[in-house]
């Protein structure tokens, strides 16, 4: 059995929740990160170096694995949209499903307390975040606890610059380019990450409708189709016809 378990994408509000939880000498602490496929090419450096304090700290890491963005798009034979709704399925399915596959395995009494580092101030979503859910449906109906909810982000670094791990400027890239992702985050978009999504938008093809299968939304991009033409739009177009600036999904924090 395990009586806690962080969800972390190692983030900086899941580096301060292991923090807090090691400063409250929390017994039998596990630490699982779900690899989504689709993170910067720097952030597995990240991740190792974070599940190697985390082991230093007396807590037990694990890693989680998914199918990939890649496999998910020729599966779902769609990218997912951003914005939430049943479009945006990649946190459902690159997160989510493989978590609560794993937590079935290793928990299948449903006895874990399960943490993760959401905060009220980080999102409109997230402003009644609870503190904690007795039997929460996104984690198998286990025990849900948030306890960095009322934590301002001056409270967070605060925890955060007490580890080894960077403080980030930004949120997770566990996840990068997020189908969220804001113009000004495409117009600052590297290499490897466009590289990426252009192999997959070349190998997705076209749908049904004649359209190719591309992904952010020409709709939003000011008719821009396909990554290159996307960046390029960024480049040119400051107004964000899209203003969620992340994943909500509320699954392990930032």
């Given at each position: ?6 969800f ?6 899941s580096?301060?929740l292991?923090q807090?939880?090691?400063e ?26 974070a ?21 998910l ?13 049943k479009?945006?399925?990649?946190t459902?399915?690159?997160?989510k499903?493989?978590?609560r ?7 299948p ?12 101030e ?11 859910v007795?039997?929460?449906?996104q984690?198998?109906g286990?025990e ?6 009322r934590?301002t ?12 791990i ?5 949120r ?5 380019p ?9 117009r600052m ?21 004649g ?12 008719g ?8 390029e739009?960024a ?11 992340g994943?909500?999904s509320?699954w392990?924090?930032?």
């Amino acid at each position: 059995m395990m009586e806690h378990l962080i969800f972390a994408s190692y983030g900086n509000d899941s580096i301060a929740l292991i923090q807090w939880a090691h400063e409250r000498n929390l017994p039998d602490v596990h630490v699982a990160y779900t690899d989504t496929g689709w993170a910067a090419d720097w952030w597995p450096s990240r991740v190792a170096q974070a599940e190697a304090w985390v082991l230093s700290i007396g807590f037990v890491p694990h890693r989680i694995t998914s199918e990939g963005m890649e496999a998910l798009v020729a599966r779902k034979k769609a990218w997912p949209r951003g914005g939430g709704g049943k479009f945006q399925f990649c946190t459902e399915a690159l997160k989510k499903e493989p978590a609560r596959a794993w937590l079935a395995l290793h928990d299948p009494e449903g006895e874990t307390t399960c943490l993760t580092g959401v905060r009220r101030e980080e999102s409109e979503n997230r402003r009644d975040a609870p503190e904690h859910v007795i039997a929460s449906e996104q984690h198998g109906g286990r025990e849900l606890w948030q306890p960095l909810v009322r934590h301002t982000e001056a409270e967070r670094d605060a925890l955060v610059l007490k580890t080894p791990i960077p403080l980030l400027p930004f949120r997770s890239k566990e996840c990068y380019p997020c189908v969220n992702a804001r113009k000004s985050e495409l117009r600052m978009l590297d290499g490897e990450a466009r590289d990426r999504v252009y192999t997959i938008e070349a190998r997705s093809g076209i749908n049904s409708k004649g359209n190719a299968r591309v992904m952010f939304s020409p709709s939003r991009h000011g008719g821009a189709v396909g990554i290159d033409a996307v960046i390029e739009d960024a480049k040119h177009n400051i107004d964000d016809l899209f203003l969620t600036s992340g994943c909500s999904s509320g699954w392990c924090g930032g």
